[in-house]
Every structure is written in structure tokens, then in C-alpha cells.
């Protein structure tokens, strides 16, 4: 049985479940095959044709996410016709749009005239915001291209500013189709979709209008599926750049999903958040979980003790509070008794906390009046 | 949970969240899933779309979900138990239950046969006003699965007969033998980060971590030679609902609130900040200066799930990390070293290293957690029961056999709400939350781009009551019941059903917790939020 299901890459016989593709074959056995429009979990398009590997006496080039693996199969994934290939593709991609990344080279040779309108668009002096978090600029490096060749061409859209979370930067989309699949397979929202057609294409929400007017949740699946700059964070563009960041792995504190995030930290600030690929969420998030971390580094949050004196808060001490607190439940206990105090613990705080919390309530304040807000 | 617990011995989430893609038919109830749990609805939405699973959803709202479903129920509020007895009802009489299931593996069924007999659909449409053909139509698509899954939530618990409500959906999921299998299930949707977690560890008034009931002796025994103590109290505390009249009354001196505003999210808010003023003594520990803390004598600076390790347990019991990022503010305190140090102060010393230190006491008195340490929930979290160390963990519960042995029928009869709607309040009035905030907005209402897409506190009614009542779009009304007053804008809406408006509790300017009505179910202790009667008329 397994013998039939056997498959050729780069020399390697590797078996194959019937039905997967040569990218899940390949990915599966930690063979790269570079792509762009891939979308894990979404139905493959072959759209920008990055992922094109040789296949034994198929008369042209193949795209790897899309072609079925099938028994007896020869595959080249880095072969001299497919790297040609890839270098034209990433090369056409790289002349359209503003990709100042420097490796996008002019071709006119002015790079200063290409750049000093692109930074009028972007209204900003520095390179692309996503500099170094790229996939296409990895592209273009990994096969030493540049967007010389081709004639360049000129944005077409302004850039969509008006909502609070996501900018939408169509100067430097490239069509691949990941943000559309991301909002109609993924979150399922079915906010936005191709619009237009051939040069004048464009990712369109509700006909064409602003995301604010159109049904989009900003869960930001998009921007997180993006595989460029054409979906940046508002409040992170320009502002993070990925090298200075530190990413934490924790679990998100909203609702009860437990969604798997990273936490982008800059100076001891968190800057960005974004899902991360395993279970329960696979990646996903949502507007709070993605938009919502403001609280954190937040000049409201208390930082000191407050104890009331005459109807007014005054900061303390640790030591003044801790005892202030221990000494009156202590007195209020033994007038009274145990039962005479509540403690409410909290279904937002760790397992650890709400432990201590009932160890503390039972064996030190002598009562099992402990609840929270589970029933609100 | 209690429901859950008395039909099944385990009050949780049956099956995961990866589950509900390979359910057949999905009944969700009383869940705005896609505002309240976006991420999960995905799961939801995914599988109707492309998968050939079929939605059924019953709420009295047009919410989002109702656009992906198959068949809409639309309850008039709080009479879930009469449709779904209905479901039953057909069930039972076009013979589509699992007659083996049941045989084997649950118990009381001649029973709620019995009670069930007076709900035919008519009988059913007369009082929750779905028409009996969309009973038996929905009846049969449940009934007709491989795979059904329920998801349930606050629209079904917050209500006087809560408990029953949930009983009858474990009734309808055992009916039709769904339970024990991937891909069904009766799973309810916890709404914070870390409420199961909260019941897992003891933070709850009958049971220790682990839900080891504080009445059973041998159980306090073992606490007490685990913790070092004697004469651990034997009856079971308050809940949170009877703590706050206890504080009014006097009974109750002393509150002790870690991380909760109940000054926005309790019902009949007027009242808890009366009992709060009757207190000889408050401490609050919480990251903001709330509405609650504000009434604190002592307020001690705690940090938020960024500024320290421990974990969370998410709705489908998974255990997961919760990472350090970054330092805390000033001098804020991990809640969990506050406590230890005002306990040590009170003579009895806690001291641990760090968040793993407790975790590894906590494995070591919590037979479902007994297997949890942070190396092995490292890269992915676990799903208790994880009794042992090399035990996988558990994602689907009662597989073979019922937490409890047999799985127990509860029969039950339909209760109207407890406040009916009438000449003087002739609206009811239900509340919820909104995609773009959280809670009681301590921590959404701090990111501009949540307050610019839900800026303020709103009045959502139907169409035709506007009308009725010669309100305008964006214009002020004043809501009144009998508890209180709020002032805020009508939003017209086809979400909306006719009789019913719906109020977001999350702003405490005009917080909806002022009209709500305190009245409790009487086993969970849950006051009935969902439903109450009110009058609206245009604000001066």
C-alpha cells in the first residue's frame, strides 16, 4: 500500500497521504518551497505562482500548493528553469507599487526621484514600515533580484487612513489574495473581496469604500495574513520596527477562548499583538485580543497603595497597607468571626492567584466565603 | 454549571473548540457568539460555510450568527425551557432519540417522558411565539445529526430558571446520544479569560481546587495536613449574589475584592452601593481605580496578565501559560504575592518562589490538575482531567461513562421569567456586551480605536416600538424600572425584536445594572439579567 504512495522531491522518495499536495508533502519532510498567496488553511489559489517547482515530463512549470501529489511523481523545487521563474515573478512584483525596501532598485536609475514620491505617499521620511519583516523583500534577497527590469508602475489608490486600527496601503499590494481568503475562509466576516479588474485591480470593502463602512470587525486577520506592507497596524506603523522588539508567547486576557498571542515589547511597552499559530486559536484574533492592549501602559494604572483618609485617597507604604489590612480583618475576626468577611477573587487573574486566594480565605480568614464573578 | 454538574458530574465544557468543526448540526443558544467570542464563532462560521454543517441558533435578537443559519428560533425572552421541551416533545414522537444511549447510559428518562407530553408545538408556540412548524423543522434537523453539538451561554444562564434552562439542554444532547463523542457535546461559552479557572481553584464557596467539596471531611483532612492548619470551616460560604444583602444587613463586615467591579456588573446597582456603604471595611486590589475601588478604604496596585507568569484556563479546560512581558507600573504586586504577604501578616506564613512553585502545590491537592506542570503545557496547553504525569489530558469528557456514572434526565417544567412586563413597564428590557468592549470597559474603554467603533452607551429597539413610542434615531430616552433610571440614545434597529430592547452593560455613566432586576436562580444564584421590565420615554 504505502509503496504506491511514494512521490520524488529533490531525490528524496517521501510517502504521501493521498489527496496533499506537493507544498504539504515537501513542508511536511522540512523541504522549503518559498511562497507568497499560501494560506494555511484556506483553499490554494496558485495565484502568484512563487511556489512553481519542475515536475518530470509536465510540459510547464507547476505550482506546488496547488498540484495533488501523485504516485511516481520526479519534483525539482530549486532547479535552474524554477528559479528563473521565481526571479520573474519576484522581479514583476517588485516593479509595481512602492516597495523603497532599496532592493527594489529603479528603473530609470533615479532611486532618489522613486523615493521622494514614495515618502510623499507615505508621508514619511523612513523606508517601507514593514523594512525587515517582509515576505517579498525575503524573496527578492534569497533569489538577489531586483525591481530594475520592469518598467516601473504607479499607484493607482490613496492610502485608506480613516479607521482607527488598520491602514491600508494599496501602493504596495500585490494582489496575492491572502487578506481576502483570511476574512472570507478563515474569520468568515466576508468584508472584503477583489474589485476591478487586470491593472486596475484592488481588494475592495462593500463596493469599494472605507473598512469603517463596510462589515469588517477589525479582528485584523488580514494585516496578520498580509505578506508585505499593503496592511499595517495604525498604531505600530512606523513606530515598531521588528528588530526592536522582543515577542512574548502568552494567552490572551479578554474573553474565555484563551487565544495564543505574542506580545511585541519596546521599552518596556507593549507596542503590538499577534496570534499565534497553535490551538485553540491557530493564529486568529480578535479586535480586542489584537487592538485592546492599550490598558497595559496606561498612565491610569495604579502604581502605589491608597489608603482613605477623611473621604480621601493617600499613598502608602506596602508595609502601611499590608498591615493596615491584616490588622483590621484580623480584629474584625476575631469580633466577629470568619464569617463575617467576603472575598471575592477573580475569574481574570491567574490559577495561581485564585489558589492562594482560597487557601488564604479557608485556613487563615476561617470561612469559605469565596466567590467570583462567574454568575455575572 | 450547576446544571451541568447535576446532569453529568462535571460542570464544563464536554467537548473543544476545534470539536465544533466536526459537528453535523450546531444548536447555539443564547450566545452572540460573534460579538462575544469572535474567535470561536469563526469555528462556527467555517463549518456552515464550507463544511455542510447546519446552524441552528435560538435568540430573541437578530445577531450575526442568525445570517449563517439554517433554521432562527426566536424566543420571546426567558422561555427557553418550554422550546426547548418542545424539540423534545417532537423528538420523542417521531421516534428520532437514541434509544441505546439512553438505555445504557442514562437514568430517569420515563420521567421527563412525562413531563414532556403537554409540550406539543402548539402548546410550545403559544408560549415562546416560535410557530410550531419551525419547532418541528428544527426538531428534526437536531435530531437528524451524527454529530450534534450545543453551545450555550449568558442568554440561557442569566435568567431566574438558569439552571433549568441548562438542564434542558443536557436533557436534549443526551436525548439524542451526543454526548461522549467528538464533534458534539453540551458546551458553555465562559465569558472571561480565566472563569473556569476561577471555579477550578477553589474560588468558589462549596469546593476546594479540583471541586472537592468543603462538607466532606476527609477531603478538609487532607487540606488541612496539605496546608499546615486545623479547623478548616465545614459549611459553605456565600455567594457573591447573598454576600452583598449580607453586607446590607450587616452579617457581612469585612469585603475583600481581587480584580472584580461589581459597582457596573452586579444587577440592581443601587442597592450594592448601599450594602458597599454599610461595610466597616473594603479592600480592593485591582490594576485601575474603579468604580469599586474608589469605594475601597485600602486599594492595593496589582499587575495585569503582561506583568506576570502563571495560567489561565480557557472555556474547553485547557490549561495555558501566561508569560512575564514586561515590568509592572511603580510599585505594583502580583495579586498572588499581596495575598501571601497579608496572610503571613495575619500569622500564617505563605512564601513561595514563583507562579510554578504554587502551580506544583496545586498539582499536588488537585487530582484533575495533578498532572499540569509548566514544562509540559510549554508549547500547547492541556485539558483537565490530567490526573497523572504522562496522562495526555483530556478533551472530550464523558467518553464510555458520565462524570457521575449514569447521566440523569432532569424533568422539568417551563417558569415565566420573574418580572413580567405590564402596563406600567410594558417593555422588557435584556442586556449584553458588545464586540468592541469588554466587561465593565476597565480595560477596553483605555484604546481609542474600541471607543471610536463603540463609543458610548446605547438603546437599541425595533422599528415598529419606535414608532409605538415616537422615538427618533440618535435621539435621548430615559429607560426606567422599578430599581432605576439611565439616560442614553435610541438606536433603531432590525436586531431588535418587537417588545424588547437590549442595553450593553459596559458603561458605568449609564450603566443598564441600574435597571436590572437582582432576582436570583435559586441553585446557581445568577440574577436574572436577561430579562426585566421597563418603560422608555424621551429624555428632557
Same mark, same amino acid.
Given at each position: ?54 515536475? $518530470? ?301 482560597? $487557601? ?17 | ?9 462535571? +460542570? ?61 428560533? %426566536? ?64 426538531? %428534526? ?20 430558571? +438558569? ?140 499587575? &495585569? ?25 511603580? =510599585? ?8 501571601? =504577604? ?6 500564617? =506564613? ?25 514544562? %509540559? ?41 420573574? =418580572? ?61 424600572? %422599578? ?48 430579562? &426585566? ?8
Amino acid at each position: 500500500m504505502a509503496e504506491e504512495n511514494i512521490i520524488t522531491i529533490n531525490g528524496n522518495e517521501l510517502v504521501f497521504e493521498p489527496g496533499e499536495t506537493i507544498l504539504e508533502v515537501a513542508r511536511r519532510n522540512s523541504i522549503d518551497i518559498p511562497t507568497l498567496c499560501y494560506l494555511k488553511g484556506a483553499t490554494p489559489t496558485g495565484a502568484c505562482r512563487v511556489c512553481v517547482v519542475e515536475v $518530470k515530463e509536465a510540459k510547464t512549470l507547476l505550482t506546488a500548493c496547488t498540484t495533488p501529489a501523485t504516485t511516481g511523481m520526479v519534483v525539482k523545487t530549486e532547479s535552474k528553469p524554477v528559479v528563473e521563474a521565481r526571479k520573474e515573478i519576484i522581479e514583476l512584483l517588485l516593479s509595481s507599487g512602492n516597495h523603497n525596501c532599496a532592493v527594489r532598485d529603479s528603473d530609470n536609475k533615479d532611486w532618489t526621484q522613486f523615493q521622494l514620491g514614495v515618502q510623499e505617499y507615505d508621508n514619511s521620511k523612513e523606508l517601507c514600515p514593514v523594512w525587515g519583516d517582509c515576505r517579498l523583500q525575503e524573496l527578492a534577497y534569497r533569489y538577489q533580484v531586483t525591481g530594475k527590469k520592469f518598467p516601473g508602475t504607479k499607484t493607482k489608490y490613496p492610502m485608506e487612513t480613516v479607521n482607527p486600527m488598520i491602514v491600508r496601503d494599496f501602493s504596495r499590494c500585490i494582489h496575492c489574495g491572502r487578506c481576502v481568503q483570511a476574512c472570507n475562509e478563515i474569520q468568515v466576516n466576508n468584508a472584503i473581496s477583489f474589485g476591478y479588474r487586470g491593472a486596475d485591480t484592488k481588494i475592495v470593502a462593500a463596493g469599494d469604500r472605507p473598512l469603517v463602512e463596510s462589515d469588517c470587525v477589525f479582528c485584523g486577520e488580514c494585516i496578520q495574513a498580509c505578506p508585505v506592507g499593503a496592511l499595517v497596524e495604525k498604531d505600530a506603523r512606523y513606530k515598531v520596527r521588528p528588530w526592536e522588539t522582543q515577542k512574548v508567547r502568552t494567552t490572551c486576557s479578554y474573553c474565555g477562548v484563551g487565544c495564543q498571542l505574542e506580545l511585541h515589547v519596546k521599552d518596556n511597552q507593549v507596542v503590538k499583538v499577534t496570534g499565534f499559530d497553535v490551538p485553540p486559536n491557530n493564529g486568529s484574533l480578535c479586535v480586542k485580543g489584537r487592538f485592546g492592549y492599550n490598558f497595559i501602559n496606561h498612565p491610569d494604572r495604579l502604581t502605589k497603595p491608597l489608603i482613605k483618609k477623611n473621604g480621601e485617597f493617600k499613598e502608602a507604604s506596602w508595609d502601611e497597607a499590608l498591615n493596615l489590612v491584616a490588622s483590621t480583618l484580623t480584629t474584625i475576626k476575631e469580633k466577629n468571626s470568619g464569617d463575617a468577611i467576603g472575598v471575592l477573587t477573580s475569574a481574570r487573574v491567574t490559577n495561581e492567584e485564585n489558589y492562594i486566594a482560597n $487557601k488564604f480565605t479557608r485556613s487563615v480568614l476561617k470561612t469559605n466565603n469565596i466567590d467570583h464573578c462567574a454568575r455575572l | 454549571m450547576a446544571g451541568l454538574a447535576a446532569a453529568f458530574g462535571s +460542570g464544563a465544557m464536554t467537548n473543544t473548540i476545534a470539536d465544533i468543526e466536526k459537528a453535523d448540526v450546531i444548536l447555539v443558544a443564547g450566545s452572540n457568539t460573534t460579538e462575544n467570542h469572535p474567535v470561536l464563532s469563526a469555528f462556527v462560521k467555517r463549518a456552515v460555510s464550507f463544511k455542510g454543517t447546519k446552524l441552528i441558533v435560538a435568540d430573541p435578537r437578530r445577531i450575526k450568527l442568525t445570517t449563517f443559519a439554517d433554521k432562527w428560533l %426566536r424566543p420571546n425572552l426567558g422561555t427557553d425551557v418550554a422550546w426547548i421541551n418542545g424539540l423534545m416533545h417532537v423528538i420523542i414522537k417521531e421516534n428520532l432519540y437514541d434509544s441505546k444511549f439512553i438505555e445504557e447510559r442514562t437514568e430517569n428518562f420515563e420521567e421527563l417522558k412525562k413531563t414532556l407530553e403537554k409540550y406539543t408545538p402548539d402548546y410550545v408556540e403559544s408560549i415562546t411565539g416560535i410557530p410550531a412548524g419551525e419547532i418541528i423543522e428544527a426538531a %428534526r434537523l437536531y435530531a437528524g445529526a451524527e454529530k450534534g453539538s450545543i453551545l450555550y451561554c449568558m442568554g440561557i444562564t442569566q435568567h431566574t430558571t +438558569g439552571t433549568d434552562n441548562v438542564k434542558s439542554l443536557a436533557n436534549l444532547a443526551m436525548l439524542c446520544g451526543n454526548l461522549g463523542i467528538e464533534g458534539g457535546g453540551v458546551n458553555p461559552l465562559r465569558g472571561q479569560n480565566n472563569v473556569q479557572g476561577a471555579c477550578d481553584m477553589g474560588g468558589l464557596p462549596n469546593v476546594y481546587s479540583g471541586y472537592q467539596p468543603v462538607t466532606d471531611p476527609e477531603i478538609r483532612k487532607k487540606m488541612e495536613t496539605a496546608w499546615g492548619v486545623d479547623g478548616l470551616p465545614e459549611k459553605p460560604g456565600l455567594v457573591v449574589t447573598d454576600m452583598i444583602p449580607k453586607a446590607h444587613s450587616g452579617d457581612i463586615k469585612a469585603l475583600y475584592i481581587i480584580g472584580e467591579n461589581p459597582l457596573v456588573s452586579d444587577p440592581d446597582l443601587s442597592h450594592v452601593e448601599t450594602s458597599f456603604k454599610h461595610l466597616d471595611f473594603l479592600v480592593v486590589q485591582d490594576i485601575f481605580l474603579t468604580e469599586t475601588a474608589q469605594m475601597a478604604d485600602v486599594v492595593l496596585p496589582s499587575t &495585569c496578565f503582561a506583568e506576570k507568569d502563571g495560567t489561565f484556563s480557557n472555556t474547553e479546560r485547557r490549561v495555558q501559560r501566561v508569560r512575564k512581558a514586561i515590568d509592572p507600573p511603580g =510599585e505594583a504586586w502580583a495579586d498572588w504575592k499581596i495575598i501571601c =504577604e497579608v496572610s503571613t501578616r495575619m500569622g500564617y =506564613e505563605m512564601n513561595y518562589e514563583s507562579a510554578e512553585a504554587i502551580m506544583e502545590e496545586i498539582a499536588s491537592v488537585t487530582p484533575s490538575y495533578a498532572g499540569i506542570t509548566y514544562d %509540559r503545557i510549554e508549547k500547547e496547553g492541556i485539558h483537565w482531567p490530567c490526573p497523572t504525569p504522562d496522562h495526555p489530558g483530556t478533551p472530550v469528557l464523558h467518553i464510555g461513562k458520565f462524570t457521575r456514572g449514569l447521566g440523569h434526565f432532569h424533568a422539568i417544567d417551563y417558569m415565566p421569567p420573574a =418580572e413580567l412586563a405590564d402596563d406600567e413597564y410594558p417593555l422588557y428590557l435584556t442586556t449584553g456586551r458588545l464586540l468592541y468592549q469588554y466587561h465593565t470597559g476597565t480595560m477596553t474603554m483605555k484604546s481609542d480605536g474600541l471607543n471610536e467603533k463603540a463609543p458610548k452607551c446605547y438603546v437599541e429597539i425595533s422599528p415598529q416600538d419606535a414608532k409605538r413610542f415616537d422615538l427618533k434615531d440618535g435621539s435621548p430616552v430615559k429607560v426606567a424600572s %422599578r430599581r432605576g433610571e439611565i439616560t442614553a440614545d435610541v438606536k433603531v434597529s432590525e436586531m431588535a425584536v418587537d417588545g424588547t430592547i437590549f442595553i450593553p452593560f459596559h458603561y458605568a455613566q449609564a450603566a443598564a445594572n441600574r435597571l436590572t432586576n437582582a432576582k436570583l436562580d435559586p441553585i446557581a444564584k445568577i440574577p436574572e439579567y436577561k430579562v &426585566c421590565a421597563v418603560k422608555i420615554s424621551k429624555a428632557a
